[in-house]
């Protein structure tokens, strides 16, 4: 499976989309900082309700699509 290479490099406090494992998972993340090797790390809901902060690749994110309010 190969995905377009993304030369979006989002700043710290930005909204992104996280385009996860499967093509189906798409979550709604905020940047918190970006780390080495072309990761970021993003904080996003967890199940349970509570902020979990992840590690993703840099190409799986996304900039967030025009909202109704927008």
Same mark, same amino acid.
């Given at each position: 499976? #190969? ?6 490099? &989002?700043?710290? %406090? #930005?909204?992104? #989309?996280?385009? %996860?494992? *499967?093509?189906? *998972? ?9 780390? *080495? ?8 809901? %967890?199940?349970?309700?509570? &902020?979990?902060?992840? #590690?993703?690749?840099? %190409?799986?994110?996304? &900039? ?7």
């Amino acid at each position: 499976m #190969t995905y377009a290479k993304s030369a979006w490099l &989002p700043p710290a %406090g #930005t909204l992104a #989309t996280y385009r %996860g494992r *499967s093509r189906n *998972s798409m979550r709604n993340v905020r940047v918190v900082a970006e780390a *080495s090797a072309g990761r970021m790390v993003v904080e996003a809901i %967890g199940r349970q309700g509570q &902020p979990v902060r992840l #590690t993703v690749k840099q %190409g799986n994110l996304l &900039p967030m699509q025009p909202d109704l309010f927008d």
